[in-house]
């Protein structure tokens, strides 16, 4: 079944005239013809069944037909914060995370990123949106625009709940983990343990090289706790999808 993705307000009426590159997409890519049906996400956790009337590769007219509730968005809502990766690196953890439910992702800027300045920001969005309609999601992550993570760290008004594993209570910002090589006795699981009621997670992935610990310190400071995806040292690429997997099995929907 085609899936789109629409702005709420672009759904009001019984005909809907889709312009733009989803136009584009479903005329060129997916060469659509009238009577095919087709499903529209608004992105704030309704379907729209429609049916094609109309096709030209600028605009493409759709009926109607009937609105749903429609949600596969995971119990836990989890930001990942990354550094910067070089090459085509961030684009596929940006797909991947994307398919494994991440909720927001924030590109990080830190002393061990090799790009400081990125013009990449809406292609990563349009990847994303790409994602989330393959997925079958019905929300399309939030992908910021790049930050120092002192600026992050710096935004973050009140502690997370971090380093206070027994009888957690959440803060405004939830709970928040960074990965760090140094401690490879902290397994994630194990943290994750005590945080069965936990509804929102930030995890932080450093880049190539991973955090210097002036960053995990500071992390630390602000109510993260340092964890370890095990005794092998994992890829920056690798590393956010083994955490977002590992998290949305022991607190999310998969597995």
């Known amino acids: 079944m085609l899936r789109l993705f629409l702005p709420p307000e672009k759904l009001s009426s019984k ?3 889709i312009t733009g590159d989803n136009a584009r997409y479903l005329s060129l890519v ?3 013809r009238p009577g095919d049906p087709l499903i529209i996400f608004d992105g704030l ?3 729209y069944s429609c049916k094609i009337l109309q096709c030209h590769k600028k605009e493409i007219v759709v009926e109607k037909i009937s609105k749903a509730p429609y949600s596969v968005e995971s119990p836990v809502s989890i930001t990942l914060a990354q550094g910067i990766a070089k090459g085509d690196k961030m684009d ?7 398919e494994l439910g991440v909720r927001k992702i924030i590109p990080l800027i830190t002393a061990r990123t090799q790009i400081r ?7 990563w969005r349009k990847i994303a949106s790409s994602a989330s309609r393959q997925s079958g999601r019905d929300r399309i992550p939030e992908i910021d625009e790049p930050v120092d993570i002192r600026e992050f760290l710096d935004s973050i008004a009140a502690p997370l709940a971090g380093g206070n594993t027994k009888g957690v209570k959440e803060s405004e910002g939830g709970f928040g983990i960074i990965f760090s090589e140094e401690k490879k006795e902290r397994h994630l699981k194990e ?3 005590s945080l069965k009621d936990t509804k929102n997670i930030t995890i932080l992935i450093g880049p190539e090289g991973g955090f210097p610990m ?6 630390v400071e602000k109510g993260f706790t ?3 995806l095990g005794p092998r040292i994992l890829r920056t690429e690798t590393a956010p999808l083994a955490a977002l997997c590992i998290i949305q099995y022991e607190l999310g929907d998969m597995g």
């Not at 596929?92 to 994307?98: A, E, P, R, Y």
């Open 15 to 17: 005909q809907i005239t």
């Open 30 to 32: 997916m060469r659509v």
């Open 45 to 47: 956790g309704y379907k």
């Open 92 to 98: 596929f953890i940006i797909q991947k995370s994307t």
């Open 117 to 123: 300045h990125t013009d990449k920001i809406e292609r």
């Open 191 to 193: 943290v994750l343990s």
């Open 214 to 219: 002036e960053e995990v310190t500071a992390a």
């Open 226 to 228: 340092e964890a370890s």
